[in-house]
């Protein structure tokens, strides 16, 4: 455990929960500890209460080392830290751990399967399906780091009524274009127009839906043949994008398995026949009714979801499964949880939903055409981050720029979408994403090449310096090491609130007061022990940047 995080719990351990937070005003202290609620609870008066529980830190002989200095405001203990012991401490901790910084290592480590990714085959990978897997992936990374045993999953749906569309369109319409799943999602695009104000084709869609589904024929042979298309494009984009999932599930593969289990649930009165229908009845837990088969007999999306959602709890020993699909189906996964609780199902079930991402015009649709693909920003991304590039460094060569600027895209693209909390929408305007400052992914990478640049130039080689707090003693570098010392409870309270911008938010303000200090403070030029000490905090500061940009999925560049 980290210093910061082993002195919190330690007080913890001493006088009991208190709420915990961070003075205005650094020179006021390092921790202020609010003892509100337990004076209420144990009713007692705050300002006394405070005063003895002042008294236990200060005659306690452990905290003695670590604090300084105790002082009083009212209900509020102020604590000013030992900061030469949090100095050394901290950045020792920091150069033995590396990229391990900040990471928790759990005894007893819960198994969390996070289920994201959640796409349709034969349709465009859009910038609103980069935001649920950069949600996703960035969730599993921050969850691992707390210390759980994660699990990332995703479950394509390749068997619905879009694919049967996207088919008929090829058919109709297109069956001198070489297919691509690129191509496939701009022809399920246009098909969903026309058959909107020509719906009587829609017979002629149902009969390919039939094809498909009986699993033999012409047009289950052209399911297969596109399906694999569809596969290999959204493969592409998870390489480009460093994403892996442990086990990827399919509604093709599940469906009979669904409907296996739907008997098994009528017969148990968890569903029921209605109208023709098989329902289940929610009405008494204020869930309304939600339709699992149609009167003609046509599987509905809970057939699917519930058999796997069996074989996750049945496969793995669960302690809690997390799904990341839109806020638009937060009611239908209040109903697909009660069904599986009435089933028996004890594990914890958690949806996490997200808002959507719109263009500045309004709403993106995969069925109008109205988005911005994957392959359109990654080429808009690139294109002006190799003008930047070029521009910054006329003497590189065409490869360096185009690998730099290719890094540079795919950075601005991850924190772009991450870097704003699932429950707010994001106006995805391209021009501002591309911004080279402000709190944007080129800022936080021209940050870290800058340390990088600096630790480089430093001359000789840089051996370890004992007392490092006695030397660092600058307001600025105070505030830095405070900042650094934050970062593993940072991530805790991201992986506590299921919320990666919490990461992202702290990577912007720490590198803030990395170029502050590297303004503001002689380096290269001060007197040889200092200089290495502030190396020293320099490589402290450039590996924290470094992990948290890594639980965002974002790889770091050299130069930029």
């Given amino acids: 455990m980290s210093f910061w995080l082993d002195l919190k719990e330690q007080i913890k351990n001493e006088v009991g929960e208190l709420e915990i937070s961070y003075p205005p005003n650094p020179k006021l202290g390092h921790l202020s500890l609010a003892v509100f609620a337990l004076a209420k609870k144990q009713k007692k008066n705050p300002n006394e209460l405070a005063q003895k529980i002042a008294e236990t830190i200060k005659n306690n002989a452990k905290l003695k080392t670590l604090i300084a200095e105790v002082t009083l405001a ?13 100095t050394d401490s901290l ?21 969390v399967m996070i289920e994201f990714s959640n796409v349709n085959t034969h349709k465009e990978y859009h910038v609103g399906h980069l935001r649920n897997l950069l949600y996703g992936r ?23 009524i879009h694919v049967a569309k996207t088919l008929w369109g090829y058919l109709k319409f297109h069956q001198d274009k070489k297919l691509t799943g690129y191509t496939l999602g701009k022809i399920y695009a246009e098909s969903a127009q026309k058959l909107e104000s020509q719906p009587e084709y829609k017979e002629e869609v149902a009969e390919i839906m039939k094809g498909i589904e009986s699993r033999q024929g012409e047009a289950y042979n052209l399911w297969q043949k596109t399906r694999e298309l569809s596969l290999n494009y959204f493969q592409a984009i998870y390489n480009d994008l460093g994403v892996k999932f442990t086990n990827t599930f399919f509604e093709s593969a599940v469906i009979a398995a669904g409907l ?8 148990k009165k968890i569903l029921i026949k209605s109208d023709g229908a098989i329902i289940a009845n929610l009405e008494k837990y204020n869930l309304g009714v939600l339709p699992i088969i149609r009167s003609d007999g046509t599987a509905l999306y809970p057939v699917a979801d519930l058999a796997l959602a069996k074989w996750k709890f049945d496969h793995y020993n669960l302690f809690e499964s997390i799904y990341v699909v839109d806020s638009r189906q937060s009611l239908y996964f209040k109903q697909l949880f009660k069904i599986l609780e009435l089933s028996g199902y004890e594990a914890k079930m958690t949806h996490l939903p997200y808002e959507f991402v719109t263009l500045p015009s309004g709403m993106m649709s995969s069925r109008s055409g109205n988005v911005i693909t994957y392959d359109e920003l990654l080429d808009i991304a690139q294109e002006k981050a190799t003008l ?6 006329q003497n590189w060569s065409a490869k360096k720029i185009a690998k730099t600027a290719r890094a540079i895209a795919l950075s601005i693209i991850k924190f772009e979408l991450i870097k704003v909390s699932a429950n707010k929408t994001i106006v995805f305007d391209i021009n501002e994403a591309l911004r080279f400052d402000g709190y944007t992914a080129t800022y936080l990478q021209y940050t870290q090449a800058r ?3 600096l630790i480089k130039k430093a001359p000789g080689r840089i051996f370890p310096v004992r007392n490092l707090g006695q030397k660092l003693t600058l307001d600025k570098e105070i505030e830095l090491i405070t900042a650094l010392a934050k970062y593993p409870e940072t991530i805790q309270k991201a992986a506590l609130e299921y919320d990666p911008s919490i990461i992202a938010h702290y990577l912007f ?4 007061k990395i170029n502050d200090y590297y303004q503001s403070v002689p380096v290269l030029k001060a007197e040889s022990k200092l200089r290495k000490a502030r190396i020293e905090l320099f490589k402290a500061s450039r590996q924290t940047l470094i992990n948290g940009l890594e639980l965002l999925g974002i790889k770091t560049i050299k130069e930029i």
Avoid: C, W
Avoid at 74 to 86: D, E, S, T, V
Avoid at 260 to 267: P, S
């Fill in 260 to 267: 296996e289990l739907v008997e098994e649930l009528k017969n």
């Fill in 451 to 453: 340390a990088n640049k």
């Fill in 509 to 512: 303000e720490l590198s803030q």
């Fill in 74 to 86: 009212g209900p509020y203990i102020n604590l000013q830290l030992n900061q030469a012991a949090l």
């Fill in 91 to 111: 950045l020792k901790e920091i150069k033995i751990d590396k990229d391990k910084y900040g990471r928790d290592e759990k005894l007893d480590p819960k198994t």
């Fill in 138 to 160: 960035s969730l599993n990374n921050i969850l691992a780091a707390s210390g759980e045993n994660t699990i990332p999953v995703s479950y394509i749906n390749d068997f619905g």
């Fill in 388 to 393: 930047e590039t070029k521009s910054r460094h």
